[in-house]
């Protein structure tokens, strides 16, 4: 790419100029002017891709000249007013900057522009059926790894491999490069190019397509013996695992391999019982340290059997949930298929791990609500059993207890708490109230009026009765 600068600080002018050159991702050759005439020399001699001005200077000459020459407009101004505003707009400017610069913004603008930087069709096309008849079928030429490096990238999102492809091969990064996409990578040879001045520009390659496509991606590099194209390809395809590990934005050398550990995919008896304690005692901090002991930084296990053990989490997981009923709720079934999916597809380990952390706190959590709202179910129910048969005398904790199926501590706990008053008060109050009702309406004796509202007893019944209301069952039946 050529860029011209019109900009009347040369100081500044040099700067912009410095920064393209050193870090902008392809080669580009940079001039600087600073009036007219310069600009005409320039104009013809260097013709620009790209005129990166100040909008100050464009003078009806300038006009002119860009008019004549139609190259790409970035501009720039000290003042942002709506006259230079206009001006841009009447340029065509790909974008107006007010000064300081943001660099990096700028280069963005620069990468966006549509320049043709390829190489020519029919020597491309030539050379990459070339490279694919070295990979696949193994032709036994052994490459100098001192005049051409042979590298892979691959994206974090495999559906953007061919857009990847396209924009890396329009960079034109390295003046001999030979590029090949595959399904899910693309496989690189360059020559001539130094190997300090290689991972420079690789470091460049993975800062940029973030900044294009908020994506990431990583580079495995080989840097072996002198090999084939599938012997390169086979070394440098062993590193890029590190990737379940290490995530992304990494280059990695086919030299710095490491170990891989066996791991017994299933759960053993005695993690299983971890699991089910652990999940009923909200023991997050068991959970945790559990899951990621499998990311520990010395030690690597094969990935398929680190999926297939956190499957067998899973499935500890699922049992959980039928427990308590939560596959009926939609948000948490549509949330436990996608963990499934992401268990057997998900890229990187530490990124599963914590969606697994997440996804098990929802299900701590919604127990937990379930078991608030259970308990106040309790309470109701046990209402709902007093109203009913509170003129049976058996009638007790234990008895309403057994009727729920919990213990009789945990419901006088739970009922004292929830209806501000003690179990055996609250039967109490049910029962005078009814036999209050049976004094006014019925002329039934004392003592039938106390066992048809559940007092064996009629003198703890008459006990009973005049402390609530303060009178005994016949002068209240007499005085109201």
Not at 56 to 76: D, G
Not at 109 to 117: E, G, M, V, Y
Request: hydrophobic share 40%; net charge negative.
């Amino acid at each position: 790419m050529r860029i011209l600068l019109i900009d009347r600080d040369i100081e500044e002018a040099r700067g912009i100029s410095w920064y393209i050159k050193n870090y902008f991702p392809s080669h580009v050759e940079v001039e600087y002017v600073q009036d007219t005439a310069q600009l005409q020399i320039s104009m013809e001699t260097l013709q620009p891709h790209v005129i990166i001005v100040e909008i100050e200077m464009v003078t009806p000459s300038i006009e002119k000249l860009l008019q004549r020459y139609q190259p790409h407009i970035v501009a720039l101004t000290a003042q942002p007013i709506f006259q230079h505003a206009a001006k841009a707009i009447q340029l065509q400017a790909a974008q107006l900057f007010v000064k300081p610069i943001p660099l990096e913004q700028l280069k963005t603008t620069l990468l966006a522009l549509n320049i043709d930087r390829a190489r020519p069709i029919a020597t491309t096309a030539a050379t990459d059926v070339q490279l694919y008849v070295d990979l696949y079928l193994k032709k036994p030429t052994i490459i100098d790894v001192k005049e051409k490096h042979f590298f892979i990238i691959e994206p974090s999102h495999f559906e953007s491999n061919l857009q990847l492809y396209q924009w890396f091969i329009e960079l034109r990064l390295f003046q001999q490069m030979t590029a090949l996409p595959l399904q899910n990578r693309i496989i690189c040879v360059v020559e001539n190019v130094g190997r300090d001045e290689l991972l420079k520009q690789l470091r460049l390659l993975i800062q940029e397509w973030h900044v294009v496509s908020s994506q990431y991606m990583n580079i495995a590099l080989y840097d072996g013996d002198n090999a084939t194209i599938r012997e390169m390809y086979d070394e440098v395809k062993k590193v890029l695992i590190q990737r379940f590990y290490k995530g992304y934005e990494h280059i990695f050398l086919s030299s710095e391999q490491f170990s891989i550990v066996r791991l017994d995919p299933l759960l053993t008896p005695e993690e299983q019982q971890l699991w089910i304690n652990s999940l009923e005692e909200r023991n997050t901090g068991a959970i945790k340290a559990f899951l990621y002991q499998l990311a520990k930084a010395d030690t690597f296990y094969h990935h398929d059997d680190v999926r297939i053990h956190l499957t067998s989490v899973l499935a500890q997981l699922r049992r959980y949930m039928m427990k308590y009923h939560l596959q009926q709720q939609a948000s948490i079934e549509a949330d436990y298929r996608k963990l499934f999916h992401l268990i057997l597809e998900g890229p990187i380990l530490y990124s599963i791990l914590q969606e697994m952390m997440l996804f098990t706190q929802t299900l701590i959590d919604a127990v937990e609500k379930s078991k608030e709202q259970l308990k106040a179910d309790y309470s109701e129910l046990a209402i709902e059993l007093i109203q009913r048969e509170f003129s049976d005398s058996t009638l007790n904790l234990h008895s309403v207890a057994q009727q729920l199926g919990i213990s009789p501590n945990y419901l006088s706990t739970l009922f004292s708490k929830k209806q501000g008053i003690p179990f055996k008060r609250y039967v109490q109050n049910v029962r005078i109230q009814a036999a209050c009702k049976t004094l006014l309406e019925t002329d039934a004796s004392i003592t039938e009026v106390a066992q048809l509202n559940g007092f064996e007893d009629v003198n703890y019944f008459i006990k009973v009765f005049k402390q609530q209301q303060g009178t005994t069952p016949y002068r209240y039946r007499m005085l109201t």
